[in-house]
C-alpha cells in the first residue's frame, strides 16, 4: 500500500438498506379528522442503495474480483472464475434488490440482504483457498500490510480508488486486499441486518401499515405501534402490556360501533 494517500477519517458507520420513513412511528392523526387528513404511508420510500457505503464497497468487491480472476486464474477450463465472479455479483444485486424491495417488504429486504451476506462469505472461502492453494496465507491481523489496507479501505469506496491497485499488484497482495475488503463490507451488512431487523420489530411490515391506513382515512385515532406482531415484544411484561393495549383499543373500537348503531 506504500504510496497511496490515506487521508485522516473514516467513513465509518453504514446507513440503512432503506432510506427515510413515513413519520414517527407513534404519530397519531387526530380523532374525527377529515377522510385522507394525516394518513401513514403503506409503501415506505425505498431504493436509495447506490448512496450506501456497503454498497459502494460491494461494488468495488465485484470489479476486483473480476479483475483477480482475469489476472491470475485460468481463462477457460476454470469453475473457480465462474464462482468467484457469481458470487461478488450476487452480493451486489442482493443489496440493491433487497433495498428496493424494502418499500412493501420487510421481510423480503432482510432475506435479501442475509443472501448477500452469505455470498460474501462464500467468495471469502474461494480467496483464503487460493492463497492455501499456492503456498500464501491471509495476512495476520497485526500485520502492517493489513493495518494499512484496513485504514485505506476505510477511506476508499469506489473502484477509482483501487483500480490501479488491484490491476498492478501482484496475487497475494490482491488477494489479501480483496480480503480485507470483504470484511468490511460483511461487517457493514451485518450492523445493516441487524437495523433492518430491530426497525420491523418495531414498525412492524406492510399489513400494519395497511391497517393504520384504512382506520386514519376514516378519520379515526391509530397508532401503528399497538399493530405491531406480538412476537416483536422483548420479554413477558412488554408482550402482556402489547397485548393489554390490543385488547383496549378493541374493546373501544366495538363501544363505538355499539353506540353508531344503538346497539346499546
Not at 460474501?120 to 499456492?134: I, S
Not at 412488554?238 to 397485548?243: G, K, S, V, Y
Amino acid at each position: 500500500m506504500t504510496g497511496h494517500p490515506r487521508p485522516p477519517g473514516q467513513t465509518g458507520q453504514e446507513c440503512r438498506g432503506s432510506p427515510g420513513s413515513p413519520g414517527s412511528p407513534g404519530s397519531r392523526g387526530s380523532p374525527g379528522a377529515a377522510a385522507g387528513s394525516a394518513v401513514p404511508k403503506i409503501v415506505l420510500p425505498h431504493g436509495g442503495y447506490k448512496k450506501l457505503i456497503v454498497y459502494r464497497k460491494s461494488e468495488v468487491i465485484y470489479q476486483g474480483t473480476v479483475a483477480f480472476c482475469r489476472r491470475f486464474l485460468p481463462a477457460h477450463g476454470d469453475r473457480t472464475v465462474d464462482q468467484m465472479t457469481q458470487a461478488a455479483r450476487s452480493c451486489k444485486q442482493n443489496i440493491a434488490e433487497g433495498s428496493a424491495a424494502s418499500g412493501t417488504s420487510k421481510e423480503t429486504e432482510i432475506k435479501l440482504t442475509n443472501v448477500a451476506r452469505a455470498t460474501l462469505d462464500e467468495l471469502m472461502e474461494d480467496y483464503l483457498d487460493w492463497l492455501k492453494t499456492h503456498g500464501f496465507a491471509e495476512w495476520a491481523l497485526d500485520d502492517n500490510r493489513r493495518i494499512a489496507a484496513r485504514n485505506y479501505a476505510k477511506e476508499h469506496a469506489d473502484w477509482d480508488g483501487w483500480q490501479q491497485i488491484l490491476e498492478t499488484r501482484p496475487a497475494e497482495t490482491v488477494a489479501n486486499l480483496m480480503l480485507t475488503l470483504c470484511h468490511q463490507t460483511r461487517y457493514l451488512l451485518d450492523k445493516m441486518i441487524a437495523a433492518q431487523e430491530e426497525d420491523f420489530k418495531k414498525h412492524g411490515g406492510v399489513r400494519e401499515r395497511m391497517h393504520a391506513a384504512r382506520t386514519a382515512t376514516r378519520g379515526e385515532d391509530w397508532d401503528k405501534s399497538v399493530y405491531s406482531r406480538l412476537d416483536a415484544a422483548a420479554d413477558v411484561v412488554e408482550l402482556m402490556a402489547r397485548a393489554s393495549e390490543i385488547k383496549r383499543k378493541v374493546d373501544q373500537t366495538v363501544w363505538g360501533i355499539k353506540k353508531r348503531k344503538g346497539w346499546q
